[in-house]
């Protein structure tokens, strides 16, 4: 009987919940195919089996090309492939990657392409043509067992049988939001951190991920049985009998938690003494609406509507744009739908657009600032959602506005699409509500400002805290520092919270924090009306609402005004939610 192989345990962030165990399918792009890292002496030997294992594939791979090309062009052609399979099946060359392995304590990928391009020096500097171009067959090979190695390409994915785990070393948020569900089970990465687009994706697209893996994407083969647990990011290669039995238990538990928390869908977001908030969910795809009824969150509070504009050759034009909108807010009213104006830079392009690359895409040319600087494209987004706000649920909401400046500028552009409108005599809401997303620290402090011209703020907590703390919202290094209940964002909250109560309009939490169980309390008690959040995050966030009285919400929320850092403020808030609502514990940890 085979041996059963030895397991790899690799602690990363969760970052979208749920158990799976599936083939893992490692996804490559031609910039990550080379991740160097150490290796521990007892890897040596999968290192080797590793570089065995690819070099069959690639003798395999070019029979093959050999073969199609022989029959589409000639035997004569095919002769090149020859001086291929010489370099895969050259002992000097494998032994001497192999000798490098057990000197060196790095990783195959590392050795392999230092052994070839040290052999290819050699032969370009050699007075031979026939020898100086079989430089140029050594690295051609080395690329295709490094590909071999670490793993293949999107369009492969469709090609799949069985589903699988894309393990890769990034995606950006366009890959994820067009993977096929049926396939794709689970997604595990070596970069990236819980609000990133491409976890924000992941748990809309209701797929268990992790992320912040650091170098997973190098330390499992292609093929490889792995377990992803997305709840405590916990990811596991080649998991042992007992422990596949462990989380099937696990597994059925939290199957009827989750049975139990969905008897509350159609139940209000009210707590035990009858304060009610609103309960929405954030979408990307018009598709998601699905989700928004399924989990029963009452319309959307945040519609990243950026996701029409990515994965496409093309900006989506008015009509195309309307169609969307206006499907949307039929399908859900009278409850509301805030589409947020696009939100493009940071970490989601536009491939057709070459835009300069940026030091600080995330301080960069993004969002509201794009679409001051585009009036076309912003308007023409303006005049869709306009059209669609006949059905009276629509509200519009601009993104990282840090100035009263960009509000009165968005607001001139809105009044000129009505204009244009108007004169062609299309329909559209007069008094369409005009919210702002708070997420730039600016625009916390100058709430008092903002708040004449506008009807409702919305805390995009994820920015709020990446350009408050100065963390990288994607950069799991730093992971550690992206603090949602630091004192500075709490206060920040509370200062918006009450200067839109001041003034009379309501404020909303639309970023991750509103949807972490643990939190909602504490946003609660600081006064917040609206929460947006995952839909699938809905019941829990709603379970705890239920459990919860208001009182005990105000007196966390006094608590952690005075506490002096984010973890003591993180206890009080985990030590009520184990208090009222147990079961929610269980499932996140
Ligand atoms: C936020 O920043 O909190 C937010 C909700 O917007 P996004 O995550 O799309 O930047
Ligand atoms: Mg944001």
Not at 251 to 256: D, S, T
Not at 419 to 443: C, Q, T, W
């Amino acid at each position: 009987m085979a041996e059963q192989p030895k397991e790899i345990i690799v602690q990363g962030i969760g970052v979208s919940p749920g158990v799976v165990v599936a083939k893992a399918f490692l996804l490559t792009t031609e910039d990550d195919r080379f991740v160097e890292r150490e290796i521990a002496p007892d890897e040596i030997p999968r290192e080797v089996a590793r570089f065995e294992d690819a070099l069959i594939e690639t003798r395999r791979q070019i029979h093959e090309i050999q073969q199609k090309v022989s029959t589409a062009i000639g035997q004569e052609n095919a002769g090149i492939f020859d001086a291929h399979l010489l370099v895969v099946d050259d002992r000097a060359f494998v032994e001497e990657v192999i000798r490098g392995l057990n000197a060196q304590h790095r990783n195959v990928e590392a050795v392999l392409h230092d052994v070839a391009e040290r052999y290819a020096d050699a032969l370009a500097r050699i007075e031979d043509d026939y020898l100086r171009e079989r430089a140029a067959d050594v690295r051609d090979v080395t690329r295709r067992i490094l590909r071999n190695l670490s793993g293949k390409s999107r369009s492969e994915i469709l090609e799949t049988e069985e589903p699988c785990v894309v393990v890769a070393n990034d995606l950006a948020p366009s890959e994820t939001a067009t993977m096929d569900k049926e396939k794709v089970v689970a997604f595990a990465t070596d970069l990236g951190s819980p609000t990133s687009h491409t976890a924000i994706m992941a748990r809309a697209l209701g797929i268990p991920a992790i992320v912040g893996l650091h170098d997973v994407s190098v330390r499992v083969s292609e093929g490889d049985e792995v377990l992803v647990d997305g709840s405590k990011g916990v990811f596991i290669v080649h998991p042992s009998r007992e422990r596949l039995d462990r989380y099937g238990q696990e597994v059925e538990n939290r199957k009827h938690i989750e049975s139990e928390l969905a008897r509350l869908k159609d139940e209000s977001a009210e707590t035990r003494d009858g304060y009610m908030v609103l309960l929405s969910a954030n979408i990307e795809r018009p598709e998601d609406v699905n989700s928004i009824e399924a989990y029963g969150a009452q319309g959307v509070g945040l519609f990243r509507s950026e996701f029409l504009y990515l994965s496409r050759e093309n900006l989506p034009n008015e009509e195309e744009q309307y169609s969307v909108y206006d499907e949307v807010a039929r399908r859900l009213a009278p409850d509301p739908v805030i589409i947020r104006t696009i939100d493009l830079g940071g970490d989601k392009f536009l491939s057709h657009m070459r835009t300069a690359p940026e030091m600080n895409p995330f301080m960069g040319w993004r969002a509201i600032r794009f679409c001051l600087a585009q009036p076309d494209i912003f308007k023409t987004q303006l005049r869709a959602i306009l059209r669609a706000s006949v059905s009276e649920n629509v509200k519009i909401m601009y993104p990282m506005v840090s100035s009263a400046d960009e509000v009165i500028q968005a607001n001139a552009l809105l009044e000129e699409a009505k204009d244009e409108l108007r004169s062609e005599g299309g329909r559209f809401n007069e008094d369409v509500d005009v919210g702002v997303m708070i997420e730039v620290p600016s625009a916390a402090l100058i709430a008092d400002l903002l708040a004449p011209h506008v009807k409702f703020f919305s805390i995009g907590t994820n920015d709020l805290v990446q350009y408050t703390l100065a963390v990288d919202r994607v950069n799991e290094r730093i992971a550690y520092l992206y603090r949602p209940t630091h004192p500075a964002i709490l206060k920040l909250i509370k200062n918006t919270i009450d200067i839109g109560h001041e003034h009379g309009i309501w404020t909303g939490i639309c970023g991750e924090m509103a949807g972490n169980p643990l939190m909602v309390p504490l946003l609660m008690g600081l006064g917040a009306d609206e929460f947006s959040v995952s839909p699938s995050l809905v019941p829990m966030v709603k379970d705890v609402i239920r459990n919860l009285r208001y009182a005990q919400a105000e007196e966390l929320a006094a608590k952690a005004l005075a506490s002096e850092s984010p973890k003591e403020v993180l206890d009080l808030c985990r030590d009520l939610t184990q208090e009222i609502a147990p079961e929610i514990i269980q499932l996140i940890e």
